[in-house]
């Protein structure tokens, strides 16, 4: 709703300024269009009313984003502890060289919000470009309206499964937890590799790729000596074999990374629009300031003109007697 009104506002204030210059209107007008006297003082008026409605938007657009950070930036810190232990115990190879590799992208649904989507897709490409191979397969899984639409493009074939309007509703391990499911039953994979934005603060995220193996290849790293963590450290019990306990543990531990690298990207998303819109509330306010000025200027050379024309009026009249 308020993307809409703050489109429907910028193209109001845009349309003054395309019947000034308008071809009708003269050379001398189109030259003078900053000045002061070519642009009478309804057409500012009506720019400043634009900008003043575009201003408001934004920084309720700001407030919004503030307290849904606070609602999530908790829950964000909170999760870190869920995928830690997995790292311990699995280890996290991104440079691991495997036949088939799925990249899931995670981005946000709506606009607005600096360059968080561009830079996971930047990422993700460079990911395909360092996996892709003759004998090597690369697919995407694309989470979020943003990237899907970038993806589309270029990387259409490529692509094996979207999923948007993830945050539509509020997140809860649950939600993500049937997500990475479908994910896994939907995909074939030797290595699952999330790209999404780690949350720092308000002004500051960083792009992070989580690897994620399958139970085949963490078996067989772990019989030629690979890097994976403090997994070979611990006997195992009971009637399950070691294959059946990778298994469990590699889908808990995608589960448990998707619903920290979700809840990281939410956090991202909204600390950049927060960004985002403080400097459009602070460029509306500068704008409105020179608009105020040119608004001044314009009529007080409008007062100027006209009593210019009464007391020439009133000479030429004495001069007639």
Not at 105 to 130: F, W
Not at 205 to 229: C, D, M, Q, R, Y
Request: hydrophobic share 40%.
């Amino acid at each position: 709703m308020a993307m809409s009104i703050l489109r429907r506002e910028g193209r109001r204030l845009l349309r003054p300024i395309a019947a000034i210059r308008s071809p009708l209107a003269s050379s001398d007008q189109e030259e003078g269009l900053l000045g002061v006297r070519s642009i009478s003082t309804q057409v500012v008026r009506n720019r400043m009313k634009s900008v003043k409605n575009i201003q408001k938007i934004t920084k309720a657009m700001k407030m919004v984003a503030a307290s849904k950070l606070r609602a999530v930036q908790g829950r964000a810190e909170n999760s870190r502890g869920l995928w830690q232990p997995f790292t311990a115990l699995l280890g996290d190879n991104p440079s691991i060289d495997v036949k088939k590799s799925v990249v899931v992208t995670l981005s946000s649904d709506k606009g607005l919000c600096g360059g968080i989507n561009s830079t996971v897709v930047k990422v993700s490409r460079a990911l395909y470009k360092l996996n892709a191979g003759p004998e090597k397969e690369v697919k995407f899984v694309i989470v979020g309206e943003k990237a899907k639409a970038i993806m589309f493009r270029d990387s259409k074939n490529d692509i094996s499964l979207t999923v948007t309007e993830l945050n539509k509703n509020p997140l809860n391990y649950a939600q993500v937890s049937v997500l990475a499911d479908d994910i896994l039953k939907n995909v074939e994979f030797d290595a699952l590799r999330i790209v999404y934005n780690k949350f720092h603060s308000v002004v500051a995220f960083l792009p992070t790729v989580a690897t994620v193996l399958s139970p085949e290849i963490i078996e067989k790293e772990s019989e030629v000596g690979g890097k994976l963590g403090e997994l070979d450290s611990y006997e195992i019990e009971g009637g399950e074999t070691k294959g059946e306990i990778l298994q469990n543990l590699a889908e808990f531990q995608f589960s448990c990374v998707m619903f920290n690298a979700v809840l990281e990207n939410a956090c991202s998303e909204m600390g950049a629009r927060m960004s985002a819109m403080d400097s459009s509330s602070r460029n509306a306010g500068e704008m409105l300031d020179r608009l105020t000025l040119t608004y001044n200027r314009t009529r007080q050379a409008s007062i100027t003109t006209e009593l210019i024309e009464i007391i020439s009026g009133a000479s030429a009249l004495e001069a007639a007697k």
